[in-house]
């Protein structure tokens, strides 16, 4: 899961998005890394955390 932010136009926008979709979201929604401030980060999980 990575959590994908950019900015539109003075509005800061942010979806979650699925490795596997993570490529043609970026295509579909025309973001460019450095017109838009593209930041992409991966998000880990753990399902077994202790303390």
């Not at 990575?2 to 973001?31: D, G, P, Q």
């Not at 401030?37 to 077994?48: D, I, K, R």
């Amino acid at each position: 899961m990575f959590l994908v932010t950019w900015i539109e136009s003075e509005e800061v926008n942010y979806r979650l998005v699925m490795k596997h979709e993570l490529t043609s979201f970026i295509a579909i929604h025309c973001i460019n890394s450095l017109d838009n401030h593209l930041m992409v980060q991966e998000l880990n999980s753990y399902q077994n955390f202790t303390h």
